[in-house]
C-alpha cells in the first residue's frame, strides 16, 4: 500500500481535531517524542518541482531537525500565501511575485528565500508553431491568466523584445484551463511556468512543446521560495531556522539524486504525475537554482530587480526594500 504524506502524519491530525486546535495554533506543537509538527502547504498540487521536499522527508532530513512534517496540495500561490497569513498552515511555498502583491496589501508574511533564482515564467507552444525569437509571436494568439505575474508582465516583456502590445493577440484563460485551451488548438502559445506545464502537456498530446523563457530575452523574476507568517517568525525563529537547514539539505541533495528524489515523491505524494513526468519536471526544474552557494540564498539585487519590474509593470504600489518582503537571514545561516 503506498504511503503518503497525508498518512504520515495521521495521528497528529487526529490529536489536533480531539482538542479543537487547528491552523497555526498547532505550530509547533510538540510530540511525545520531543519533535514539532508542522505543515507546509504547497502552490499547488504536487508536481516535479516538489519532489526535494519528498526526498527530503523520506531521507530524514525534516526529523533530524526535530520536525515532523506534513506536506499539503496548494491551490495556486495567491492562496497559499493568504493560508500562511491567516495562520492555517505554518510554511508556505509560493511564488515570489504573487508574494510580493500580498506583503503590499498588508498580509503579515515573509520570504524565507527564493529557491527558483530563474524564474521559470515562459510562452509555451507546440514545437510545429516554429517559434525561434519573441519575435515569431507577432500575429499569434496567446492564453494567460489575469492577475497572475506573467499575465502583468507580458506586454512589457514584448516590448523589451521590439513587440508592440497590439502585436500579438492576449486571450483570457482560466489557469486550470491553459493546457487544454493550447492542446485543443485554440491558442497558439500559453503563458505559464514552463518546467510544470511543458512535461505535462507532451505527455497528453505526444507533441514537443518548446518554450521562450522571460528570464532568456531580459526579464527575470524570481520564482518559488518558501515563506512564513512574521509572528510565527517572532514567535519560534529556531524552527524557521531548523526548518529552512533541512529544506536547503533537501533540495542540495535531490538535486544530486533526482532519481532518487522522483522515487521518493512517486511513495509518498498523492495525485503526483506519472513518474517520467515527474523527472522531466525536476530535471527542468534543477537548473533554476542557483549555483552561487545554498538553495534559497539569496541577494539584495536580485530581490530588487524582481520588485522593480513588479512596480513598472504589475501595479506594485509603494514597493519598498528588498527587506519589506525578505528576511535574507534564514537562508543564509551559518
Same mark, same amino acid.
Given at each position: 500500500?503506498?504511503?503518503?504524506?497525508?498518512?504520515?502524519?495521521?495521528?497528529?491530525?487526529?490529536?489536533?481535531?480531539?482538542?479543537?486546535?487547528?491552523?497555526?495554533?498547532?505550530?509547533?506543537?510538540?510530540?511525545?517524542?520531543?519533535?514539532?509538527?508542522?505543515?507546509?502547504?504547497?502552490?499547488?498540487?504536487?508536481?516535479?518541482?516538489?519532489?526535494?521536499?519528498?526526498?527530503?522527508?523520506?531521507?530524514?532530513?525534516?526529523?533530524?531537525?526535530?520536525?515532523?512534517?506534513?506536506?499539503?496540495?496548494?491551490?495556486?500561490?495567491?492562496?497559499?500565501?493568504?493560508?500562511?497569513?491567516?495562520?492555517?498552515?505554518?510554511?508556505?511555498?509560493?511564488?515570489?511575485?504573487?508574494?510580493?502583491?500580498?506583503?503590499?496589501?498588508?498580509?503579515?508574511?515573509?520570504?524565507?528565500? $527564493?529557491?527558483?533564482?530563474? %524564474?521559470?515564467? =515562459?510562452?509555451?507552444?507546440?514545437?510545429? !508553431? &516554429?517559434?525561434?525569437? @519573441?519575435?515569431? *509571436?507577432?500575429?499569434?494568439?496567446?492564453?494567460?491568466?489575469?492577475?497572475?505575474?506573467?499575465?502583468?508582465?507580458?506586454?512589457?516583456?514584448?516590448?523589451?523584445?521590439?513587440?508592440?502590445?497590439?502585436?500579438?493577440?492576449?486571450?483570457?484563460?482560466?489557469?486550470?484551463?491553459?493546457?487544454?485551451?493550447?492542446?485543443?488548438?485554440?491558442?497558439?502559445?500559453?503563458?505559464?511556468?514552463?518546467?510544470?506545464?511543458?512535461?505535462?502537456?507532451?505527455?497528453?498530446?505526444?507533441?514537443?512543446?518548446?518554450?521562450?523563457?522571460?528570464?532568456?530575452?531580459?526579464?527575470?523574476?524570481?520564482?518559488?521560495?518558501?515563506?512564513?507568517?512574521?509572528?510565527?517568525?517572532?514567535?519560534?525563529?529556531?524552527?524557521?531556522?531548523?526548518?529552512?537547514?533541512?529544506?536547503?539539505?533537501?533540495?542540495?541533495?535531490? $538535486?544530486?539524486?533526482?532519481? %532518487?528524489?522522483? =522515487?521518493?515523491?512517486?511513495?509518498?505524494? !498523492? &495525485?503526483?504525475?506519472? @513518474?517520467?513526468? *515527474?523527472?522531466?519536471?525536476?530535471?527542468?526544474?534543477?537548473?533554476?537554482?542557483?549555483?552561487?552557494?545554498?538553495?534559497?540564498?539569496?541577494?539584495?539585487?536580485?530581490?530588487?530587480?524582481?520588485?522593480?519590474?513588479?512596480?513598472?509593470?504589475?501595479?506594485?504600489?509603494?514597493?519598498?526594500?528588498?527587506?519589506?518582503?525578505?528576511?535574507?537571514?534564514?537562508?543564509?545561516?551559518?
Amino acid at each position: 500500500m503506498k504511503r503518503t504524506a497525508t498518512t504520515i502524519l495521521a495521528t497528529a491530525a487526529l490529536l489536533l481535531a480531539a482538542t479543537g486546535c487547528g491552523g497555526n495554533d498547532s505550530a509547533g506543537e510538540t510530540g511525545a517524542d520531543g519533535s514539532k509538527q508542522v505543515t507546509l502547504t504547497l502552490n499547488w498540487v504536487p508536481y516535479g518541482e516538489h519532489a526535494p521536499f519528498y526526498y527530503g522527508l523520506q531521507k530524514g532530513y525534516y526529523s533530524a531537525e526535530g520536525i515532523e512534517l506534513k506536506i499539503l496540495p496548494g491551490n495556486g500561490s495567491g492562496n497559499t500565501v493568504k493560508q500562511v497569513a491567516q495562520k492555517q498552515t505554518d510554511f508556505g511555498w509560493a511564488d515570489s511575485p504573487v508574494l510580493l502583491k500580498s506583503v503590499a496589501s498588508g498580509m503579515p508574511v515573509r520570504s524565507l528565500g $527564493a529557491y527558483l533564482e530563474k %524564474g521559470p515564467s =515562459s510562452v509555451e507552444f507546440f514545437t510545429e !508553431e &516554429n517559434i525561434k525569437t @519573441p519575435a515569431d *509571436l507577432k500575429g499569434k494568439t496567446v492564453g494567460g491568466t489575469p492577475g497572475d505575474a506573467l499575465y502583468a508582465t507580458f506586454p512589457a516583456w514584448l516590448e523589451k523584445n521590439g513587440l508592440k502590445k497590439d502585436d500579438v493577440k492576449v486571450v483570457n484563460v482560466d489557469a486550470a484551463g491553459k493546457i487544454a485551451a493550447l492542446a485543443e488548438g485554440k491558442v497558439d502559445a500559453i503563458m505559464g511556468f514552463f518546467h510544470d506545464q511543458a512535461p505535462t502537456i507532451e505527455s497528453k498530446t505526444g507533441k514537443k512543446v518548446d518554450v521562450l523563457l522571460f528570464a532568456d530575452y531580459g526579464m527575470n523574476l524570481l520564482g518559488t521560495g518558501l515563506i512564513a507568517n512574521t509572528q510565527t517568525l517572532q514567535k519560534d525563529p529556531e524552527l524557521a531556522r531548523k526548518f529552512v537547514r533541512a529544506t536547503q539539505k533537501s533540495w542540495a541533495e535531490a $538535486a544530486r539524486d533526482p532519481a %532518487g528524489a522522483v =522515487s521518493a515523491m512517486t511513495a509518498l505524494a !498523492e &495525485n503526483e504525475p506519472a @513518474p517520467e513526468v *515527474l523527472t522531466k519536471q525536476l530535471t527542468l526544474n534543477l537548473p533554476l537554482i542557483g549555483a552561487d552557494g545554498p538553495p534559497g540564498v539569496n541577494t539584495e539585487a536580485q530581490w530588487s530587480e524582481t520588485i522593480d519590474l513588479m512596480s513598472r509593470y504589475a501595479e506594485l504600489k509603494d514597493p519598498g526594500a528588498p527587506n519589506a518582503y525578505w528576511d535574507a537571514s534564514y537562508a543564509a545561516q551559518g
